[in-house]
């Protein structure tokens, strides 16, 4: 790993950012991931593809802010729900509170301490599981961020396809990922099987929204090579786009 990582503590949790090897005050775009301690465990994984696809020019550098939450399921929830799981406790659908934190708290500090763009359009926000469902819940509630990411995301949960049924995003955005294992909907449990139609028709109902959107499928179930899909994720929110010139280059040429 070429890129050097922080560790820094605010508003009482830990946040473990990435910073790529790029010129000394070149702005950068910005990806904030749930689950900052898992990303921490498998940074260098993920950080490897990623650098390898800035150098080859298909990607643009970021800055990663990985933030830790000790309390994932009731921070990632949107509303209360009882526990997918016979031996899980009940989600307590704090989510709100948790975006607001990210809007109003650390993403202005990290805007004042690092060169960054501070712009929506710029702004990233991703996660894995919960953290997917809590990333595409912000497109709703927060007007902070343009891009979003659910991998593998627990779009399954009680309640939430309606809620994108009848709910419009907060404002259009830049780009939309959506994507599940392919083994995903093969589960047993009867929430769980759901999870490929919900991902399907939230990236369906939210495409309209979004300058670019994709879905994918991904080979494995929902634990399979989660550092890989991470970086691949993150490669396409930031891919480099041809400007306004070169298009109408294209165009007419």
């Known amino acids: 790993m070429q890129g050097k990582t922080e560790e820094r503590m605010a508003f009482n949790r830990r946040l473990t950012l990435y910073l790529p090897p790029v010129r000394a005050k070149e702005r950068l775009p910005v990806a904030y991931l749930q ?3 898992m990303v921490k465990e498998m940074l ?9 696809a800035v150098k080859a020019g298909s990607c643009r550098p970021f800055l990663l802010v990985a933030v830790h939450s000790d309390e994932r399921d009731a921070e990632y929830t949107p509303w209360p729900a009882g526990s997918a799981f016979s031996k899980g406790d009940n989600y307590s659908g704090r989510a709100d509170d948790y975006l607001k934190m990210l809007e109003s708290g650390i993403k202005p500090l990290i805007d004042s301490l690092y060169p960054t763009l501070p712009e929506p359009e710029q702004t990233a926000i991703g996660g894995y599981s919960l953290g997917g469902l809590c990333a595409l819940y912000a497109a709703f509630k927060s007007g902070a961020f343009g891009r979003f990411a659910s991998i593998s995301g627990s779009l399954w949960y ?4 309606d809620f994108v049924k ?9 780009a939309l990922w959506v994507s599940l294992g392919k083994k995903e909907p093969k589960a047993s449990h009867p929430l ?13 109902l939210l495409s309209p ?14 634990f399979a090579q989660v550092a890989q899909r991470m970086a691949q994720t993150l490669c396409w929110l930031f891919q480099r786009e041809e400007s306004d010139e070169d298009f109408q280059r294209r165009l007419y040429r």
């Open 192 to 204: 769980l099987a759901g999870s490929g139609e919900a991902a399907l028709q939230t990236e369906r």
């Open 158 to 161: 009680p309640g939430w396809r």
């Open 44 to 52: 260098e994984q993920l950080a490897a593809p990623v650098e390898r």
């Open 35 to 37: 689950d900052g301690a």
């Open 209 to 222: 929204y979004a300058r670019r959107h994709t879905f994918v499928w991904h080979e494995g179930g929902h």
């Open 166 to 174: 009848e709910n419009p995003p907060a404002r259009p955005f830049s």
